[in-house]
């Protein structure tokens, strides 16, 4: 079946650090791949997405890359702000299927 | 226009009672998702409806659990004899169809407790 691999947490970060969140994912087919984001106290959002291999999805200054051969939508952002701070969600949704299959969340805190 | 919004947002219950969450998608979306988010776990699909039909039920944890959506809107998530292991974050969200094409929505969700 699906599944999606994310990096444990928390990752603690200064401002305007460099950021990386790693995502591997096992499909059977030939799935889209997204981030979704969840502030304190608000629902999920969706970040970015890719819809096949080599595409880049960006949002917010944050881009991730669909890599088919590494089977990989590794997250990042060039300088992070304490506002970025929230749990970040690797999710995909193989063709044919209606539904999303999620990583369990990596929480970043970003200090000042 | 308004978002998904999901009600109770609180939910304090005795083991063995039932309890049933609400889901109100966005006007006009056709396909409406039931997930659960609980520590350690993730987030887990349960089900999913495309109008009033569910294609998918594939998620549901046990026979304690039910779900219906009725013209094509509101939808309710029962849950039977709650467990401990019940207590979670139950997310609902919808799209204008079903499909990779369609963005999901999510509702601020219901948080259950089960003493």
Same mark, same amino acid.
């Given at each position: 079946?699906?599944?999606v691999t994310q990096m444990e947490g928390p990752v603690t970060l200064s401002e305007e650090a460099f950021l990386t969140i790693n995502c591997t994912y096992t499909a059977t087919g030939y799935p889209s791949l997204f981030w979704y984001v969840q502030y304190p106290g608000e629902g999920l959002q969706l970040l970015l997405k890719a819809t096949k291999a080599d595409d880049k999805g960006s949002n917010k200054g944050f881009e991730a890359t669909y890599r088919k051969e590494t089977t990989s939508f590794h997250l990042e952002k060039g300088s992070v702000q304490v506002s970025d701070s929230a749990v970040y969600f690797c999710a995909l949704n193989e063709a044919g299927y209606s539904t999303l299959t999620f990583g369990k969340g990596t929480m970043l805190l970003v200090s000042p | 226009g308004a978002g998904v919004s999901q #009600?109770? #947002?609180?939910?304090?219950?005795?083991? =063995?009672?039932?309890?049933?969450l609400r889901c109100d998608p966005i006007s006009g979306h056709t396909a $409406? %998702?039931?997930y659960? &988010? #609980?520590? =350690? &776990? =993730? $987030?887990? @699909? $349960?089900? %999913? @409806? &495309?109008g009033n039909s569910a294609p998918d039920k594939s998620g549901l944890p046990s026979d304690r659990f039910s779900a219906e959506r009725t013209g094509g809107s509101v939808s309710t998530l029962t849950i039977q004899r709650t467990q401990q292991e019940d207590s979670a974050v139950y997310l609902c969200a919808s799209s204008l169809s079903s499909g990779v094409s369609y963005e999901q929505y999510f509702g601020p969700g219901t948080r259950l407790t089960v003493t």
């Open positions: 079946g699906n599944s | #009600s109770p #947002s609180n939910k304090v219950t005795e083991k =063995g009672k039932d309890v049933e $409406l %998702y039931w659960r &988010q #609980s520590l =350690g &776990q =993730g $987030l887990e @699909f $349960l089900i %999913y @409806f &495309q």
